[in-house]
């Protein structure tokens, strides 16, 4: 669990780098500080967009 704001206000002071691939808010919005901030890398959350994929091999695996 991060606290967003506290995060982008710390990676501000440009110290400090940081790779996130989730987010409070999915997606993250436009507005976000995290997005204007060149010592961040900002990835989609994937996993969302696996989710039934997921199901079906974990449900596949269990029957074995």
Known sequence: I???KALAE???QGDIC????????????QDS???R???TILSPHLGVSLG????RRRGLSRNR
Not at 52 to 55: E, K, L, S
């Open 52 to 55: 039934r994929p997921c199901r």
């Open 10 to 12: 710390r990676l501000g």
């Open 33 to 35: 500080p995290l997005m």
């Open 2 to 4: 991060v606290d967003e």
């Open 18 to 29: 940081a790779a996130l691939d989730v987010s409070e808010t999915e997606p993250l919005p």
């Open 37 to 39: 901030l060149e010592n």
